[in-house]
């Protein structure tokens, strides 16, 4: 299995930047796909996930500027956020792992990542 985001880069607060993963081999059509971040010096932290089934989950620190979806015919991941801040800057990274209650949002959970893309808001 073979996670490869992309899309990251310098923006301005206020942006908005859309971050997409390709994946490639396992079973991707039923994994629970999730997006982290790694600011410097910080753990890294889950900022939104998909299900099969479509149901998505989003962290508070990005609810109402964070969009997930997925394509399954092209095993691709999105995310798009919006209306971005300085404490967005972060290194992302797409992942692939069962969905479990609970565990969705620990990292240790997850079997599968991406290289990771960075995101930095500066003005």
């Known amino acids: 299995v073979q996670l490869q985001a992309s899309g990251g880069g310098t923006v301005q607060p206020g942006d908005s930047l859309s971050l997409s993963c390709v994946g490639s081999g396992g079973a991707w059509n039923s994994a629970f796909l999730a997006w982290f971040r790694q600011a410097p010096g910080k753990e890294r932290e889950f900022v939104a996930g998909i299900r099969s089934g479509y149901m998505k989950y989003v962290a508070d620190s990005v609810k109402g500027r964070c969009t997930i979806s997925r394509d399954i015919a092209k095993n691709m991941l999105n995310l798009r956020l919006n209306s971005l801040k300085p404490e967005d800057t972060a290194v992302y990274y797409c992942?692939?792992?069962?969905?479990?209650?609970?565990?969705?949002?620990?990292?240790?959970?997850?079997?599968?990542w991406g290289r990771g893309t960075l995101v930095t808001v500066s003005s």
């Open positions: 992942a692939r792992g069962p969905f479990v209650v609970g565990q969705y949002t620990d990292p240790r959970h997850y079997d599968h």
